[in-house]
């Protein structure tokens, strides 16, 4: 079965750092397209970065481009999201997701989801 | 990046069919067909329930069906059920090579 096991949430001040991972298993992961989402408490999902199979193409939403660093670790089955400077608006659960295999490209959807990990900013 | 336009709440009762709309621009749903659907219980993570605008997961019901016309997505629930009331939310490719999803809509069964 698939399986992805987010963790690395907390509470962090205002211009602060957190790092995110997320463990996959049942599944081929260096042959996957995988995703970050998040959803601010009572709100809807936004989504936040996704990187290729091999960990060369990589994508960002304005609202963090420059601030977060999505990685990954194939030997490790795990995927990173690094989070700088932190805001109020981060305050999240953020959802890592594997998308459908479309070749080693992106298919622009996600089949399977972790269960989230929540990231709270003070400011 | 602005969220695709989808309607607050929709609701039906059982047995109806209800069309949840969601409304981009041709840089989004309108230029592409990467366009996908999510059912979202309370507390849970997002199930995809329709991708590439009308093709459904094996294992979700075919009561739920998708299509496009111009820059509107839609997403139908036929033969409404109980355990159909959720948030559900559409999501598209962008040409800026970035994905974006939609404000979301609660579907309630009356």
Known sequence: DVQLLESGGGLVQSGGSLRLSCVASGFSFNNYVVTWVRQAPGRGLEWVSLIDGSGGTKYYADSVKGRFTISRDNSKNTLYLQMNSLRAEDTAIYYCGREDYCSGTSCYHVEYWGQGTLVTVSS | ?110
Request: hydrophobic share 25%.
């Open chain 2, 1 to 110: 990046q602005s969220a695709l336009t989808q309607p607050a709440s929709v609701s039906g009762s059982p047995g109806q069919s209800i069309t949840i709309s969601c409304t981009g621009t041709s840089s989004d749903v309108g230029g592409y067909n990467f366009v996908s659907w999510y059912q979202q219980h309370p507390g849970k993570a997002p199930k995809l329930m329709i991708y590439y605008v009308s093709n459904r997961p094996s294992g979700v019901s075919d009561r739920f069906s998708g299509s496009k016309s111009g820059n509107t997505a839609s997403l139908t629930i036929s033969g409404l059920q109980a355990e159909d009331e959720a948030d559900y939310y559409c999501s598209s490719y962008t040409s800026s090579d970035t994905l974006v999803f939609g404000t979301g809509t609660r579907v309630t069964v009356l």
